[in-house]
């Protein structure tokens, strides 16, 4: 059974960096593709950053040139590097990965920023 298990969450102020790592356990094959999402209260869970097993990247816009996401294929493992947070990043940050069709979700990670 495929387990997606998320870490690094945390409280930093604002201009802070963290680092989220995602690992995805259970099964032999590579992830076709791995990303973060975030939902913040009120708010629908949204697509932060996406990499498919080759490398290609795509970015929300919000984040785009403060966030890097990266990834250790043998590891089945997922990076997200948030530099210059601001408090709207505060969230709670869900990984998936993706085998096949089917895509797995960890249970989340808090992020806060405060001001």
């Known amino acids: 059974q495929v387990q997606v298990v998320e870490s690094g969450g945390g409280l930093v102020q604002a201009g802070g960096s963290l680092r989220l790592s995602c690992a995805a356990s259970?099964?032999?094959?590579?992830?076709?593709?791995m990303g973060w999402y975030r939902q913040a209260p009120g708010k629908q869970r949204e697509l932060v950053a996406s990499i498919l097993g080759y490398g290609s990247t795509d970015y929300a816009d919000s984040v785009k040139g403060r966030f890097t996401i990266s990834r250790d294929n043998a590891k089945n493992t997922v990076y997200l590097q948030m530099n210059s947070l601001k408090p709207e990043d505060t969230a709670v940050y869900y990984c998936?990965?993706?085998?096949?069709?089917?895509?797995?979700w960890g249970q989340g990670t808090q992020v806060t920023v405060s001001s």
């Open positions: 998936a990965a993706r085998f096949g069709t089917i895509d797995y």
């Open positions: 259970g099964v032999i094959f590579r992830a076709n593709a």
